[in-house]
């Protein structure tokens, strides 16, 4: 018996549980839900706002998001976007830019989490902590365009480079044989820069991998299992109403900062165990 308790004492899952329930994910997840669900509009008009520089149409953006995200809460994007289109298109560029330090403040909730985790307390200066938040967020915004056009619109994005930059046509072979990798790359890139970037701690790259790699892929299960789990059985307008589309948005939002979170704790409890160089 004293063996079994050691071992589940020294149980990795053992104590990844532990530190999921006390850290308070699932109060944390929600501050993060809410964190997205400002940041959501601003991403979308940041992205429409690009179109002029690529081959796409406002429609091709929303058909991609309408692939991931669930009918309730498309309806809810759709209607809001058409009628800030329909406003100051000169005032568009500029309210994007002023909506980003809010927005930002979801990386800040992440990065305090991410302390909690550590057990270690954000000592570096404001400035430094914002302006990292910043460009946090601006490169989480780098991965939603990647992660939701290039498998989609690769091709097309191929042929506008080589039309404008002069490649060659092996170029449109590499682009079009790996896209799809180069898009969960960068994922995987950008996710491993926040865990390792965010946490008011000194350690090494690869230290956070397990967590960026676990992220990585939950965060595509969830996303993909939820949509189909409320378009085959969930009915949130005839419970909700109008509110149904927010209701579904947060869900959505909430699933994908636990699992972020979760990233977190499990480098947090690896980095207890071994220490690898990077």
Known sequence: MAGIKEWLMRSFFVNLVKRVHGDDLAGLAA???????????????????????????????????????????????????????????????????????????????????????????????????????IILTLAMIFVFIVALLLPVFGKQIGLFLTANFGFSDEFIWIWNTFRWVISSLVVLFVLTMLYWLAPNKKMSCLSVLPGSITATIGWSLVSLGFSFYVSRFGNYATTYGSLGGIIVLMIWFYLSGYIILIGGEINAVQSERTKPDC
């Open 31 to 133: 501050q993060l839900a809410y964190f997205f669900l400002l940041s959501l509009f601003p991403l979308l008009l940041f992205i429409i706002s690009l179109l002029p520089y690529l081959p796409l149409s406002e429609q091709d953006i929303l058909n991609v998001v309408r692939s991931y995200a669930p009918p309730e809460t498309m309806q809810l994007i759709e209607k809001n976007i058409e009628e800030v289109m329909r406003g100051n298109g000169k005032l568009l560029s500029f309210a994007v830019i002023a909506t980003i330090w809010p927005a930002s403040n979801g990386l800040n909730a992440i990065m305090r989490a991410f302390n909690r985790a550590y057990n270690v307390k954000e000592n570096r200066h404001f400035i430094v902590a914002r302006g990292m938040s």
